[in-house]
């Protein structure tokens, strides 16, 4: 029996011993697959799925995707309240003016005129009373608007006027550009012989105080008068600035991506491509060589043809993007590279980089003056956001505080708010392609006939408003039914602001070499978004005027 069971006894135990170690390797193994398909697993990209929380966070407009369609996406200036990058010091908004207008209304009433409240006269405009009394006006009328800065005012065209200046922010405006305004004031007398304002004229009626234009030759070569045109925004400056000596250039670092499959596509993807290319030269810290040619999409242009040679600063303000990142315009940098080729015997080092395959943490340690990114395969291998995809995507981070709108167009936005006293609703009605689509969109084009619009208004805003129509329906009498009820106002009704005499039109001429520039479909649905925002109520097509889904039936 001993014997027996000593016999048995190792037989027991290596069978234990390989049933463990058999679960073990069972264990280990698993492990190992589980960690080889954490490593490898690349999740959709979360724009081309047009995942819920990316587009709520980025866009907030219709079929934010890149599918043609006839909305844009939001800017830095928009997305700043989200995630705002800290203001540069110089930069900064001063709190102080408005401090100083609070503790003059306490002030005021201690500024008498007279003793005896005896008729003044004119009304002494450089009086600081004046001004005071002004910004006290504005402060209790204009409750949406950052007053930053006053000038001293001038007289009007009566004794007892005067024209006040000032420079301002739209309190739903993120961004820390300032724009201006200037009004005639109709004094009188108040309680305690203290200035007031009787009247107050509109958006830009105080001409005595708008800056001074500058006056060209009154002439053309054929002997007719030429209008004198506005003078351009001082505040804008989007000069493409140099790169100086060989030896500044040799000293720089660049990233250089060539011509992919992104040109000519819709402006989405245009600028979910740029960006890319942007974060990825600040995750390298390089400078980052932009092509400041933008290929306009067929779908933003009546004649339904792409447009080669629209410049970026038509649509993107170029200066802060130089504030806030280092960039390069290409033609500038591709002359530098020349230069110091035909200069000297040692070629510049260059990395070229044929696949996108290759991640930004490759290139990381690499010591070449130029890396540059070719885009040379077939679609949709050569789009240029396919190199933050997959583990890069982690480490890159989409810059998009660098990216605000044009000045120029929101010098536009600002003068369509201000002719409408900033107090204003609007409502956007999307039609054109999609309430043609039955299938997808059953039921929009009935939901945003006339009729419809005013029954559902007539619920949502108080008759006789202002109401700002941002919409993509081309025939402009199609709402005038809604007269009846509101003072409507369209894109159109502004078409002065974009003519061949105004501020628009030259400043764009001159970035065009002399050739006028169009004001395109981008352009129109870039000013309507934004007065749109701008807006006291806000109403909008899908979840506010009809029951479809915004990207189609059975996608709410």
Known sequence: MKESELSTEP????????ISNLCFSVF???????????????????????????????????NATFKNDDSILKTGEDLLAVAAPTVPPALALNPITETVIDKSEEKISNLSLKSDCEDVGPVNCSDPR????????????????????????????K??????????????????????????????????CTYTVVHAGGWHSGINARRPRIRPNTTSSGGNPKLAPPIRDEEINDTIPTLGSDMNFRKGKYLYYARGGDYCKGMNHYLWSFLCGLGEAMYLNRTF?????????????????????????????????????????????????????????????????????????????????????????????????????????????????????????MNIVTEISGQMDWDFDAVHVVRGEKAQNKDLWPHL???????????????????????????????????DK???????????????????????????????????VEFDGYMR????????????????TFYNLTKDCKDGINTC
């Not at 037989?11 to 390989?18: C, E, R, T």
Request: charged share 30%; net charge positive; proline share 5%.
């Open 289 to 409: 060589v932009m092509d400041l040619s933008i290929c306009l999409s067929a779908s933003y242009n009546p004649s339904n043809k792409d447009e080669e040679g629209k410049d970026f600063r038509y649509y993107f303000d170029f200066e802060h993007l130089k504030e806030v990142a280092s960039v390069v315009e290409e033609s500038e940098f591709l002359r530098g590279w020349k230069k110091w080729d035909r200069g000297h015997k040692r070629k510049m080092p260059v990395k070229k980089v044929t696949t996108y395959k290759v991640t930004p943490m490759q290139l990381k340690k690499d010591k070449s003056t130029i890396i540059w990114r070719q885009f040379d395969t077939p679609e949709p291998e050569n789009y240029w956001y396919r190199v933050c995809e997959g583990q890069a995507a982690k480490y890159i981070q989409r810059p998009w505080h660098a990216l605000w709108k044009s000045k120029r167009l």
């Open 525 to 540: 649905v870039a000013v309507d978004t934004e007065v749109l925002y701008r807006a006291k109520t806000r109403v909008e």
């Open 11 to 18: 037989i027991g135990q290596n069978l234990i011993k390989l």
């Open 445 to 479: 084009d009935s939901d945003t006939s006339p009729d419809a619009l005013l029954t559902k208004l007539k619920e949502i805003i108080q008759p006789w408003r202002n109401l700002y129509i941002a919409t993509n329906e081309p025939f402009y009498n199609y709402f």
């Open 130 to 157: 004046v001004l005071l009394t002004v910004e006290r006006f504005n402060l209790k009328i204009f409750k949406f608007i950052v007053f930053l800065e006053y000038q001293t005012p001038v007289s009007g065209s």
């Open 159 to 192: 004794p007892d006027e005067c024209d006040v200046a000032w420079r301002f922010r739209n309190k739903k405006e993120k961004s820390w550009r300032k724009y201006r305004d200037f009004r005639r004031f109709k004094f009188g007398i108040g309680e305690n």
């Open 482 to 516: 809604l007269r009846s009820q509101y003072k409507v106002h369209l894109l159109d009704d502004y078409k002065e602001l974009w003519s061949n005499t105004s501020e628009w039109y030259n400043e764009t001429t001159q970035l065009n070499d002399g050739k006028p």
């Open 28 to 62: 280990v193994f698993s492990v190992l697959i589980f960690t080889v398909i954490a490593i490898t697993y690349q999740p959709p990209d979360p724009w081309l799925e047009s995942a819920p929380a990316l587009t709520k966070l980025f866009t907030q407009t219709e």
